[in-house]
């Protein structure tokens, strides 16, 4: 079994939910993250919300995977401030569903002002509602600054416990730091940019499996949501033991999201 804890389903085919079936997933959680395009209204955004609160749950559970989600407005979408804050006054009504687990995917991605200013936001947002937070950290040159950005935000806010903030996307540049603060970590495993599953089990090797998990992140990129199981099968090839890939691929995943109280692996298939 395992379980991919961060994966974009409402841009994958059903298909790709019963093929993660048959490689032994048993449940995701479903960020919520850039379409591919800027949403125009806070309405676009209630829509997306109930898919990923009712709609995916469902195409999940037709294949015995329980879906859980995040809410948030991306950093992509938070350069227009007063909009974004009119989806974050969306959230609180979702926040009751069963199958949401807290904030995410929040973060940077151009490290600019006003990104920050609604990622602050979201902080409070969680704060405010008890949440757990999960973390986009932005991508290449600029994931080293952001990703410190990020940190002194949650410090500076001072009431987030670091426990129950993931920051993902860490690579080999950023790992170490975000484990020595306290956080958990996430390795994207992406077939170009973020962490191949070679590379993860290099991670692996050199700072160990203590509050790190890995996640494909499939979505309508370059991406594949069989990524984990393949992963696992890398460090098969490198003679770990089926602890410790079970400790990345299924057991760090439960400890820190059965923190929500809302987590679950089991849901019986409804076909």
């Not at 195409?59 to 227009?80: F, S, V």
């Not at 969680?126 to 410090?155: C, F, N, S, W, Y």
């Not at 426990?163 to 992406?190: C, F, K, P, Q």
Request: aromatic share 8%; hydrophobic share 35%; with cysteine.
């Amino acid at each position: 079994m395992y379980i991919d804890p961060h994966v974009h389903m409402v841009s994958r085919t059903t298909d790709d939910y019963q093929r993660m079936a048959l490689a032994g997933c048993v449940a995701i959680t479903e960020p919520a993250f850039w379409a591919g395009y800027d949403r125009s209204s806070p309405q676009g955004f209630h829509d997306y919300f109930s898919v990923l609160t009712e709609t995916e749950p469902k195409r999940a559970a037709q294949y015995g995977i329980a879906h859980h989600t995040w809410l948030c407005i991306n950093p992509k979408e938070a350069e227009d401030p007063v909009f974004a804050r009119e989806v974050l006054e969306i959230i609180p009504e979702f926040l009751k569903c069963e199958s949401v687990l807290g904030i995410g995917e929040i973060g940077l991605n151009k490290n600019s002002r006003n990104e920050l200013e609604i990622f602050e936001a979201h902080l409070q947002l969680a704060a405010d509602h008890d949440q757990m937070v999960l973390v986009h950290t932005p991508h290449l040159e600029d994931k080293r600054k952001g990703t410190r950005l990020i940190m002194d935000a949650i410090k500076n806010h001072g009431v987030l416990d670091p426990n129950r903030v993931l920051i993902d996307h860490v690579e080999e540049h950023t790992v170490r730091e975000v484990l020595d603060r306290g956080y958990w970590a996430g390795l994207t495993l992406y077939p170009d940019t973020k962490c191949t599953p070679q590379r993860a089990a290099d991670i692996f090797e050199m700072h160990g499996t203590d509050r790190l998990w890995i996640n494909s992140a499939g979505d309508w990129g370059p991406s594949d949501p069989l990524a984990v199981p393949k992963c696992r099968d890398e460090m098969r090839r490198r003679g770990h033991l089926e602890a410790t890939i079970r400790k990345v691929s299924f057991d760090n995943p439960l400890e820190f999201l059965s923190q929500t109280g809302k987590f679950r692996t089991d849901v019986q298939p409804t076909r």
